[in-house]
């Protein structure tokens, strides 16, 4: 399966790419992260800890900038994994993605991009998992049979909530199977802002919780400082509906 988290700049999409993956991955799944950020901080989510994650940044740097020796060139999409991807706790395996800007351009060991691998990676056997860059470019340039199913983050604001309609829009265009995640909820006010915009879209609800603020104030994977605080158990509720989805 080949799922990506989508939504507006600091809506939560890396707290629940690194989440869900962890989730998954606890429960029997072969994960791949992607991360698609320009600034990568899957690594801290997915619990990699400062270091492993300034491991990733150096990656991101030697595949942009690509490498001299026609040897050591990387050309298959696996390969590449093996190579420039860390290995988080419960097995998730994290790759970063650059080649935000040119999407289809070079070989693939200087520089691969989010669309190109969610494309081109086998999502049958392994759960294909991609934290997007923020706004809806990645979508757009997505054709249909590239993703399963995109988890569109929305936070109680009209900036975010407007984002994420226009994340849904570019999905179902694709026929790409969407579930919005009202995040950061904190009363029933802020449920219905979502809700009167998004309302028609299946929808899961993660509430504002304090426990993923402290995991990210301390660099730590919200799933290893409290794997029952409210916020991560929602998570992990998603991850279940994900598997049970018909794909
Ligand atoms: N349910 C939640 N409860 C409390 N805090 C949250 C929740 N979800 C996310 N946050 C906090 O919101 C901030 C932004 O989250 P995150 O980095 O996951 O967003 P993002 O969409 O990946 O941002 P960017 O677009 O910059 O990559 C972080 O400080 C995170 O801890
Ligand atoms: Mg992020």
Redesign the pocket.
């Known amino acids: 399966m080949k799922i990506a988290v989508s ?10 790419s690194g989440t869900l993956a962890r989730a998954l991955a606890r429960a029997g799944h072969d994960v791949t992260a992607i991360d698609a ?1 320009v600034n990568p ?1 899957l690594g801290i ?1 997915l619990g990699l800890g400062m270091d492993g994650t300034d491991r990733l940044v150096g990656m991101r740097q030697e595949l942009s900038e690509g490498t001299s020796d026609d040897a050591v060139h990387e050309y298959t999409i696996d390969g590449l994994i093996e190579r420039f991807g860390e290995d988080a706790p419960d097995g998730v395996r994290v790759v970063v993605a650059s080649r935000v800007d040119m999407p289809d351009h070079g070989c693939l060991c200087c520089g691969v991009s989010a669309d190109r691998l969610l494309r081109e990676m086998a999502g049958d056997g392994r759960t294909v998992l991609g ?1 997007l860059e ?1 706004g809806i470019g990645v979508l757009t340039r997505m054709e249909p049979g590239s993703l399963d199913v995109v988890l569109v ?1 929305a936070n109680p604001t009209p900036k975010s909530i407007e984002v994420a309609r226009r994340a849904v829009e570019a999905a179902m265009a694709r026929e790409i199977k969407v579930l919005v995640v009202a ?2 909820i904190a009363s029933e006010e802020d449920l219905e802002m979502i809700r009167e915009v998004l309302g028609e879209q299946d929808m899961a609800i ?5 426990s ?2 402290r ?2 104030a301390e660099g730590l994977a919200p799933i290893d400082l409290d794997d029952e605080s409210p ?1 991560v158990r929602a998570i992990v509720e998603i991850s279940r509906r994900l598997v049970a989805l018909p794909v």
């Open positions: 939504g507006k700049g600091g809506a939560g999409k890396t707290t629940i950020d901080m989510s934290d923020a983050v995040n950061r993660i509430p504002d919780d304090p993923i603020a995991a990210d916020g």
